[in-house]
């Protein structure tokens, strides 16, 4: 499976930017895909996930109401809407793809994207 996030850029407090991650490959073994970020100098830090076969996801608490992750399964597309943006969200954006879980631990998933630049000023 390969992963590719388009989307991501420079951007003011309160703008909205919407994250896209295409999988291609087999992608009919995936079983959920999660969005992750970095910050320079931070861990890796789960954002959230969903599932393909029921669309049921989740987030955590820092970007409940202000993202929403959706997937399209015809294109085998994820994708993460974010608004409210905030200096804080800055970050490198990376997708992934779990063969078995559906989890906001790194180590669940088996393929990552090279990840998108997100940039909020204040």
């Known amino acids: 499976v390969q992963l590719m996030e388009s989307g991501g850029g420079l951007v003011q407090a309160g703008d909205s930017l919407r994250l896209s991650c295409a999988a291609s490959?087999?992608?009919?073994?995936?079983?959920?895909m999660g969005w992750f970020r970095q910050a320079p100098g931070k861990e890796r830090q789960f954002v959230g996930a969903?599932?393909?076969?029921?669309?049921?996801?989740y987030y955590t608490d820092s970007v409940k109401g202000r993202f929403t992750i959706s997937r399209d399964n015809a294109k085998n597309t994820v994708y993460l809407q974010m608004n409210s943006l905030k200096p804080e969200d800055t970050a490198v954006y990376y997708c992934?793809?779990?063969?078995?879980?559906?989890?906001?631990?790194?180590?669940?998933?088996?393929?990552w994207g090279q990840g998108t630049q997100v940039t909020v000023s204040s």
């Open positions: 992934a793809a779990s063969n078995y879980k559906y989890s906001d631990y790194d180590r669940a998933y088996d393929y």
């Open positions: 490959g087999r992608t009919s073994s995936s079983y959920a």
């Open positions: 969903i599932r393909w076969s029921d669309g049921r996801k």
